[in-house]
């Protein structure tokens, strides 16, 4: 008799009708939540992938219609410059903390619809949200036929700190500042 008694308690504490403690199954709430929490982020970063990178400075990148190169980035302070026409936006003067650029590029058109440049298209932009738009530029619009580049200066006020700095233009085109032109 005391093997049966035995072999019974053993199967009723190990056996599958045994119903988990609470302490258990409070246990597991912490782990189904990261479970649940893991999973969230994994179809987020699917549906939503992180933006590609800048093109990096001094490298060629793809725009509709053709290609776009900056050909470089001048602080007006070291390189004392003027526009060939009178300036409004120039003529006020530099926010503190700020100070201004002329930033050249050249667009290149390799396709047979060329490229529509458009000044107001593009704009210098920061990862935390700072945004600037060209406060003179030598085209305001232009078309680019297959075969022919564009050089373009604009100039910009942009902030003195070492920041990651990108032009942004039509569509995803992004092209990255350095950080070479910055006062600190």
Do not use: C, K
């Not at 619009?141 to 233009?169: C, D, K, W, Y």
């Amino acid at each position: 008799m005391a093997t049966a008694q035995l072999s019974q308690d053993t199967r009723s504490a190990t056996g599958p009708g045994r119903r988990p403690s609470r302490r258990s199954v409070l246990a597991l709430i912490p782990v189904a939540a990261l479970g649940v929490m893991g999973g969230g982020l994994g179809v987020h970063r699917l549906l939503h992938p992180p933006p590609a990178p800048a093109t990096p400075l001094g490298a060629v990148a793809t725009v509709a219609g053709g290609m776009a190169l900056i050909q470089g980035i001048i602080p007006l302070e070291s390189a004392p410059w003027a526009p060939p026409t009178p300036a409004p936006g120039l003529a006020r003067p530099i926010a503190a903390g700020g100070h201004r650029v002329r930033l050249l590029l050249d667009l290149t058109a390799v396709e047979p619809g060329g490229i529509d440049f458009a000044a107001a298209d593009y704009s210098i932009r920061e990862i935390v949200g700072f945004t600037a738009s060209p406060l003179w530029t030598s085209h305001e619009r232009h078309r680019v036929a297959r075969g022919e580049t564009l050089a373009v200066t604009m100039v910009f006020e942009i902030p003195n700190e070492s920041v990651r700095l990108e032009l942004q233009g039509p569509g995803s085109v992004r092209l990255s500042l350095g950080t070479d032109h910055h006062t600190r």
